[in-house]
T-cell receptor, first 113, second 108 residues
Framework: NAGVTQTPKFQVLKTGQSMTLQCAQD?????MSWYRQDPGMGLRLIHY???????DQGEVPNGYNVSRSTTEDFPLRLLSAAPSQTSVYFC????????????FGSGTRLTVV | EDQVTQSPEALRLQEGESSSLNCSYT??????LFWYRQDPGKGPEFLFT???AGEEKEKERLKATLTKKESFLHITAPKPEDSATYLC?????????FGTGTSLTVIP
């Protein structure tokens, strides 16, 4: 059982470039979310999805897009990378939105230069 | 404003020296408080969920407790392998709010 798989593990982008962070889970979880983690700040929610075809914004959605075409996959797209998006990104899933602990992926460390 | 504060930011313990980590919160409508462990370079790993004041959960050397305004993670006789960052998060029904964590180092 792989759990939550994120790719790539590391990425360097130039300002203005776009890219997609991949996230896949094999636990048939309905709820998936993307967080960013920055030094001195807690994990902050970017976008989340409560099921295939349904997405919503979190606390810090600007500059990011998501889609959920299948239960398994929840990619995060950076439209035009900025240095402020340098961070560690985590994808997480759970059986439901509330009341359950998340299963997190191992993260993608993104640097925008 | 919903807020989660963890203290201390960092804690160094000798092996076997018990202590507690604190997570205080001010949220409108708590639907659950979660504790996670995070090792360097890895994603957080779920430890406990607490739902109501007075509730306690235990796992090996860890015990989590909850009051109406805070939660404690008690570590009894810690070992070096307990070294990690411990995160708490609260669920308000609409969002999870994470604290910034307590970095625990257990010295042999």
């Amino acid at each position: 059982n792989a759990g939550v798989t994120q790719t790539p593990k590391f990425q360097v982008l130039k300002t203005g470039q776009s890219m997609t962070l991949q996230c896949a889970q094999d636990m048939n979880h309905e709820y998936m979310s993307w967080y960013r983690q920055d030094p001195g700040m807690g994990l902050r929610l970017i976008h989340y999805s409560v099921g295939a075809g349904i997405t919503d914004q979190g606390e810090v959605p600007n500059g990011y897009n998501v889609s959920r075409s299948t239960t398994e996959d929840f990619p995060l797209r950076l439209l035009s990378a900025a240095p402020s998006q340098t961070s560690v990104y985590f994808c997480a899933s759970s059986p439901g939105k509330a009341d359950y602990g998340y299963t997190f992926g191992s993260g993608t460390r993104l640097t925008v230069v | 404003e919903d807020q989660v504060t963890q203290s201390p930011e960092a804690l160094r313990l000798q092996e076997g020296e018990s202590s507690s980590l604190n997570c205080s919160y001010t949220v409108s409508g708590l639907r659950g408080l979660f504790w996670y462990r995070q090792d360097p370079g890895k994603g957080p790993e779920f430890l406990f969920t607490l739902y109501s004041a007075g509730e306690e959960k235990e796992k090996e050397r860890l015990k989590a407790t909850l009051t109406k305004k805070e939660s404690f993670l008690h570590i009894t006789a810690p070992k070096p392998e307990d070294s990690a960052t411990y995160l708490c998060a609260v669920n308000t029904g609409n969002q999870f709010y994470f604290g910034t964590g307590t970095s625990l180092t257990v010295i042999p």
